[in-house]
Every structure is written in structure tokens, then in C-alpha cells.
């Protein structure tokens, strides 16, 4: 009988301790999913990083917000200080779409710079979810590149729909509040919350000093993130509660090209399955012991070299000197040059174009980056179509001459004729200042000034 029941005790301990290795590993991989998720988003847009950095983040298990004092966790979501997450969300929405996650992020973000957790709750709690919810979405929609961490074609059309009723234009949660009170609408609450909901809001529910307190460290946040000390001064005694403004100015803010560039040609660390550095056996033990727990998980950090080719379009129509050209290939070459060997891995092609293609030098070393520069003759002074480029990328992508394109940079004053949709490699038009042909970039691509 004593054998018996230690045998029992061995084996619940046993099970206790596969359970608590499950626990552990999951929470290990959520964390790095959540953190890579942050470094995206912080990357792709740098000038959040005020307000990504105000937001800590913490994975925790719906068993362990059951044993401790913490608010059980469905998904994810923000108490305005942290984003706290299931583990096993962020799992399953990485395995089926990363991009959902960093757009969901920057969902979960402008709620925070809305101040969405810290405002009064309306006596219609649903319809107020649901309210500031369609607020995010609707400046994601207005200023965030649709293709970028996107949709399926089917969700972009029924999203559409929704939006389109509501205006397709920022709104506040106040105002979208009182149209979905008042207004008959065509769409069900549940197919809008389905189209629109990704994070707990139940997080929110903070005590009014507390509530106070992350309203106002919020406020100073979106000035920092948004605003230069003099636009600051003049923006001294303005109403904080309309945001719509600074949040617009925050999207238009332009990338520093160096920052651009340098991200593409550094390598870094990745969440992808690295084949070579992975260990089946171990793998294949917790499978089989562990209840179906991978030791390690299929999801591995891998250095992975951002920008093995290069394409750069030269604007040769008559507003480019050959003073500006070699001005910006020499800020190029710079950038490219610090990092170690970087040409003995790499193809760039150096096409100008004003109204047509009028030449294409491809480079492999140093020593012909050097020599095109200082030989370099501009060659077309018509107008100018960005199209042609676009095109000859498309067919040397057929040949296999381009295998492995990241990136298209390309100088310019901005006056020409722009494809009508985003290729599947990201665009970057370059421009030594600012001037108002930035306006007519297209929303996929980024608009970079050299100084």
C-alpha cells in the first residue's frame, strides 16, 4: 500500500513537473515573440519609440493569473503601463500571420495615445469597445500602408464596407460612440467586433487616481513623440483632448535615410526556423515525453543578412545634377561601407531613368563603386516616370538576375508619373530636402530626406 501510494505521489509529481516545463516554454517563446513583434514595429516606425517604450511587456499564462492576484488575461491587452499577454495567443496568431500581431501592436498603441484606457467608461460598455476600436482602425487605415502586415482579400473588402460607412477618416471614440447608439447601421455588433476587436479591454478598468495619473504621462508622451521643441512652444496652453492632429503629423514624420538604410544592411537577429542550428533529438524527446512540448521550440533566433542585393534609381530628368547624384551615392557608400565586407556579398544595380531607362551599371566591389561614382554622367534630362524601373526589376526577378531583393532606393525630386500599386520589396524615394512633391508619394512607399 506504501509503495503504492508513493508510486501515485512520484507519478503527480512527475506530472506536475511536465506541466511546469510546458508552462515555462511557452512563456519563453511568447516572450520572444512579443519582444521581436516590438522591434519590428519600432523599426518600421522609429518615431513611436516614445511610445513603445512607455509600454513594458509581460507574458503571462491564464493559470498563473489564476493562482496569483493578477486579472486573468484573454488574449492581449494594456493597462496603459504594460502589455500583458497569453502566451498561447501570441503563438497561434504568429504561427498564422505575424504581421496581424505588429499591426495589432500598433492597435493596441493607439488606444494608449488616444487615451482610450484612461477615459470614462459610457454606460453602453459594448458599443464603447467597440467605438474606440473603429477609432484605431480608422487612423490605422488612414495613414498606415494597407499592404503593409495586412489582410486577406476577403477581410480587406468587409473591413472597406464598415469604414467607408463611418467615413474612412479618423473619428474620435466619442463620436463613432453616439453614431453606433443613434444610427440604424447595416453591420451586426458581432461582425464588426470580429473585423475590428483584437485586444482585452477589460484591462482598462483602473481606479481614478490611477486612470489620472497614465492620462497624463500619455499626454506628455504623444508631445514628445510627435513635436520638436519649437512646434512645442507654439502648441504651449492647446485642448489635449483632440488628437487627431498630432497623430497625423506623427505619421507624416519623415525617416532619417541613413537609420533606413542602415536597417536593411546590418544583420540581425530574426524568429525564424534555423535548419542548421536546430536539435531534432532534443525535440523529438519532449514530444514524446513531454505531451506534445517541444524542448526547443520550433521557432529559433537566426542572424539573417537583410540586403544581399541592391537597387538604385537614379532621377535623371533636369532638376538632377551630377553634384547631387555623386552627393548621394557618397552618403550611400557610407553607410554601406561600414559594415565589414559588405560588397563582397553584395550586387547593386545603379539604373538611371528620367522618362525611360537610359542606363543600368551593375556593381560587385568597392573598386567599381568608386569608379562609377567619380565618372559618373547623367544620362536623359526629360521628364520623368518612376514606371520603367519598376518594370525592369519585374523582369530581371524573372531571369533569376535578382533572386533575393529587399529594397528599392530611389533619388529623386519627386515630380513624375508613380506605379499604381506596392511590388512585393520595399520603396524608398529619396530626396535631398523636403519639398512638396513629397505629397504625392504613395502611402506603401517611404519618403526619406538625405540631410
Known sequence: MKKEASTNAEAAQSAGTSENARESAC???????????????????????????????????????????????????TDGSRI????????????????????????????CLYLHPFSQEKAKKRLWNLACDLAAELLLKENIPEDLWGFSAEEKKLRGRVLEFFGGRPLSAEVLYHRLEQEKLPFSLEEMEQLFAFDDHSLWKLNPERAKQEKSRWEKILTYT?????????????????????????YKSRYDYRKFLKKFAFPREEIQLDEESFDYI????????????????????????????????????????RELVQRF??????????????????????????????????????????????NVQIQGRSGTDFVPVFTYIKKEREKKKL????????????????????????????????????????????KLVIS
Not at 513531454?290 to 534609381?313: D, F, M, Q, S, T
Not at 557608400?333 to 538611371?352: A, D, G, H, P, W
Not at 508613380?418 to 506603401?444: C, H, I, L, R, S
Request: aromatic residues 12%; proline residues 4%; hydrophobic residues 35%.
Open 27 to 77: 512563456r519563453e517563446l511568447g516572450s520572444r515573440i512579443l519582444y521581436t513583434c516590438r522591434s519590428e514595429v519600432c523599426a518600421r516606425f522609429p518615431f513611436f519609440s516614445p511610445g513603445i517604450a512607455a509600454l513594458s511587456c509581460e507574458v503571462i499564462s491564464r493559470e498563473k493569473s489564476r493562482r496569483t492576484d493578477l486579472q486573468e488575461i484573454h488574449g492581449i491587452g
Open 84 to 111: 500583458l499577454a497569453d502566451p498561447m495567443f501570441l503563438i497561434r496568431v504568429w504561427e498564422k500571420n505575424p504581421g496581424a500581431l505588429k499591426r495589432g501592436y500598433l492597435h493596441i498603441l493607439f488606444h
Open 226 to 250: 510627435t513635436l520638436g521643441k519649437e512646434h512645442q512652444k507654439h502648441r504651449i496652453g492647446a485642448n489635449p483632448g483632440n488628437r487627431q492632429e498630432e497623430l497625423e503629423q506623427l
Open 282 to 321: 532534443f525535440y523529438h524527446f519532449g514530444m514524446e515525453h513531454y505531451g506534445n512540448l517541444p524542448l526547443i521550440e520550433p521557432l529559433e533566433y537566426k542572424e539573417v543578412n537583410r540586403l544581399e542585393e541592391l537597387v538604385i534609381a537614379i532621377d535623371t530628368s533636369g532638376s538632377c545634377s
Open 329 to 374: 551615392l557618397g552618403e550611400t557608400y557610407q553607410i554601406l561601407s561600414t559594415r565589414e565586407n559588405f560588397f563582397r556579398k553584395m550586387k547593386v544595380y545603379i539604373i538611371q531613368c528620367d522618362c525611360c531607362i537610359q542606363s543600368v551599371s551593375v556593381i560587385h566591389s568597392e573598386e567599381e563603386w568608386k569608379e562609377y561614382v567619380r
Open 403 to 446: 533572386k533575393n531583393l529587399k529594397v528599392l532606393i530611389y533619388f529623386t525630386d519627386g515630380d513624375g508619373i508613380y506605379p499604381g500599386q506596392k511590388p512585393d520589396y520595399e520603396t524608398a524615394f529619396v530626396f535631398v530636402k523636403k519639398n512638396e512633391n513629397m505629397k504625392y508619394v504613395p502611402n506603401w512607399a517611404y
